[in-house]
């Protein structure tokens, strides 16, 4: 049970990403209003624009010289998703969009596609903004795989799990569905039939591999005392009653290199952001970065 789930996660995680990297479409229109081109690409004051609202809605009534600062801030932020994009599909990333379309079939398991897009556009958002923040998504993660390969004696500092559960609002409920799964029914049918996360509920409960510090303190508390193959007794948290059962786990302390492939790209270090802090800082420093709205120049 991370703190943000469902729709709403859904939208922030990937709609809002895309403040990270650089949503590489056109301005409508002939012309475009390019405020600064990175190695060649433009980035339009329309994609700059569509972030400063949403960051610019959170921070309430802001100055001149302050709406400047978001701006300047924000336009750095898309030209390093250029960056990471481009050197992604050098070093080649699939950022095709088949690779989005599959990606965004997982994400919205159990997700209603109409209510995800009418929630966009209450955030001034489109499909299109949130695919293209997916396709920067799988940017970062690959050169953030790329790095840890790079870097194989780097240590992870917590544990990362990859759960199941079952949420319900009733507490007897909780306990009848953990006796069935405890006496050998199938969890992820349980989780289908009865779990009132329907995101999860979709993909029989299933909740991915993540860190447990990403997880409400209850939850997370219960999931980290369990062993691999475990399910704990019903745990109540503000969302209701939750039955957890623990799939698999990768402790604090394993290097990189003894991290199972398919979980690299959800695991991050201290040092693996310095990694990537470093790389990128190479990245600018390489690139050519021109500035047309030298007001917008850090």
Same mark, same amino acid.
């Given at each position: ?15 809002? #990403?895309?403040?990270? &990297? ?42 001149? =010289? ?14 390093? &998703? ?14 095709? =969009? ?17 209510? *995800? ?12 903004? @949130? ?40 507490? @007897?409920?909780?306990?009848?569905? *953990? ?19 329907? *995101?999860?509920? @979709?993909?029989?409960?299933?909740? &991915? !591999? ?19 193959? &475990? ?9 209701? !009653? ?18 199972? =492939? ?15 802090? =470093?790389?990128?800082?190479? #990245? ?15």
């Amino acid at each position: 049970m991370r703190t943000l789930r469902g729709v709403a996660a859904l939208a922030l995680v990937v709609a809002l #990403l895309g403040a990270v &990297g650089c949503a590489k479409k056109e301005a409508t229109g002939d012309t475009k209003d390019v405020v600064a081109t990175v190695n060649g690409e433009d980035i339009t004051r329309e994609q700059l624009e569509v972030y400063y609202t949403q960051f610019a809605s959170q921070a309430g009534e802001l100055t001149e =010289e302050q709406a400047n600062d978001y701006r300047v801030m924000l336009l750095d932020m898309l030209v390093e &998703g250029v960056l990471v994009r481009q050197e992604a599909e050098r070093l080649g990333a699939d950022l095709s =969009e088949a690779a989005i379309d599959a990606s965004f079939d997982e994400l919205m398991a159990g997700v209603d596609s109409a209510e *995800y897009e009418a929630y966009l556009e209450s955030l001034g958002l489109t499909m299109q903004d @949130a695919r293209d923040g997916m396709r920067d998504q799988l940017a970062y993660e690959f050169l953030m795989a790329y790095l840890s390969e790079q870097n194989p004696d780097l240590t992870i500092s917590e544990a990362y799990s990859n759960l199941q559960h079952i949420l319900v609002d009733d507490e @007897a409920l909780a306990n009848d569905l *953990y006796d069935r799964a405890v006496a050998g029914e199938n969890f992820a049918a349980l989780a289908g039939e009865f779990s009132t996360d329907t *995101y999860s509920a @979709a993909s029989g409960g299933e909740l &991915g !591999w993540s860190p447990t510090s990403a997880y409400v303190p209850e939850f997370a508390a219960a999931a980290d005392a369990l062993a691999v193959g &475990g399910i704990s007794a019903p745990v109540k948290s503000d969302y209701g !009653w939750h039955i957890i059962k623990k799939i698999a786990e990768v402790v604090a302390g394993t290097t990189l290199a003894e991290v199972p =492939e398919d979980v690299r790209s959800s695991v991050t270090t201290d040092e693996l952001n310095v990694a990537y802090t =470093e790389y990128v800082a190479s #990245l600018r420093s390489d690139a050519e970065i021109v500035y047309i709205d030298t007001t917008l120049q850090p």
